[in-house]
């Protein structure tokens, strides 16, 4: 079993800036795949970033490429999401999920991921 919560969640003004933080608890978080996704009102849930492995390779949705980074502390069990240059569209509630991966598909999938924090609200507005 994996726990995890979020938090580091706000309003932030468009071209700001946020960091979320993810905690992990539980079986050791090195061997998931780490991931954040989004969910706006009425949409479904979407993939932003991914990390796993040794070397930590990641991923990103094209959506917040260059503006996003994931990275974790492997010594503190914590996932973090640095979010710059901040846009009204990137207004969701922000999950931290844990799971396989096995290919860049799955990496993208929610249903791939077993384990998901009660999310935390981010909103981008002036």
């Known amino acids: 079993q994996v726990q995890l919560v979020e938090s580091g969640g706000g309003l932030v003004q468009p071209g700001g800036s946020l960091r979320l933080s993810c905690a992990a608890s539980?079986?050791?978080?090195?061997?998931?795949?780490m991931a954040w996704f989004r969910q706006a009102p009425g949409k479904e849930r979407e993939f932003v970033a991914a990390t796993w492995g040794s070397t930590a390779v990641t991923y990103y949705a094209d959506s917040v490429k260059g503006r996003f980074t994931i990275s974790r502390d492997s010594a503190k069990n914590m996932v973090y999401l640095q979010m710059n240059s901040l846009k009204p569209e990137d207004t969701a509630v922000y999950y931290c999920?844990?799971?396989?991966?096995?290919?860049?598909?799955?990496?993208?999938?929610?249903?791939?991921?077993?384990?998901w924090g009660q999310g935390t609200q981010v909103t981008v507005s002036s």
């Open positions: 999920a844990a799971g396989g991966g096995g290919s860049d598909y799955l990496i993208r999938t929610p249903n791939s991921y077993n384990y």
């Open positions: 539980g079986r050791p978080f090195t061997i998931y795949v």
